[in-house]
């Protein structure tokens, strides 16, 4: 059965600062997806990662892909308050089914 | 993308009764997919319903209780059925449209039963 994690649960950070999140999963999937969920509210996608070294930038964030690893990372560069939010990483688990699932998720809070 | 409603978009109910949500998409897609998320938690599927045949329900979810129907391509609604307090969680529909099985949520149902 597949697991997927996330580290940190819980991220505080000050505006300007770097940090990554980071997604492992226990089984073989060369298909992962980052999401963004502000409170209260639904799941923004935000990234699809398609293959091994796939890398994707939008505006202060990048998502990268290593398969052989089972590693996906999200790197915040100079954080702003408006990232505060909810980050989850789900993998495509049945390719049939087109099964996702779903990472504990990071909880992150920037301050000014 | 697709654009995707549900109604209600929150409810309170009473423990025993049974609540059935819907879930509009504005385009014709194969599956659609039902999740809960309970409060300060992940998502987990419920089910995958495919228009024409049964829904395929996860580990720990059964027909009884989370009854789905999938009358055609544009539709879906998830029953939840004799709830009790346990049952008070956030439920979204989500269907995948592209290539690449990526999923689009809608807004979510917000369930609390007393």
């Known amino acids: 059965e597949l697991k997927v994690e996330q580290n940190p649960l819980f991220l505080s950070m000050q505006e300007g600062k770097n940090y990554t999140i980071y997604c492992n999963y226990s089984?073989?999937?060369?298909?992962l997806y980052w999401y963004r969920q502000d409170p209260g509210k639904s799941l923004e996608s935000l990234f699809v990662?398609?293959?091994?070294?796939a890398v994707k930038q939008e505006g202060r964030l990048m998502a990268s892909l290593d398969t052989k690893a089972r590693l996906s990372t999200l790197h915040i560069t100079a954080a702003v308050h408006d990232l505060s939010a909810t980050y989850f990483c789900?993998?495509?688990?049945?390719?049939?089914?087109?099964?996702?699932?779903f990472g504990t998720g990071t909880r992150l809070l920037v301050s000014p | 993308s697709a654009v995707i409603s549900q109604k209600p978009s929150r409810d309170i109910c009473q423990r025993g009764t049974s609540l059935t949500i819907q879930c509009q998409v504005d385009?014709?897609?194969?599956?659609m997919f039902w999740y809960r998320q309970q409060p300060g938690q992940s998502l987990t599927l419920i089910a995958t319903?495919?228009?024409?045949?049964?829904?395929?329900?996860e580990s720990g979810f059964v027909i009884d209780k989370f009854p789905i129907s999938r009358p055609n391509l544009t539709f879906s609604t998830l029953t939840v059925s004799n709830m009790s307090p346990e049952d008070s969680s956030i439920y979204l529909c989500s269907v995948s449209t592209s290539g690449y099985n990526e999923q689009f949520f809608g807004p979510g149902t917000r369930l609390t039963v007393l």
């Open positions: 789900a993998v495509l688990a049945d390719t049939g089914f087109q099964k996702l699932v």
């Open positions: 385009s014709q897609v194969t599956m």
């Open positions: 089984t073989t999937s060369d298909r």
């Open positions: 990662l398609l293959s091994n070294g």
């Open positions: 319903a495919n228009q024409g045949s049964e829904a395929t329900y």
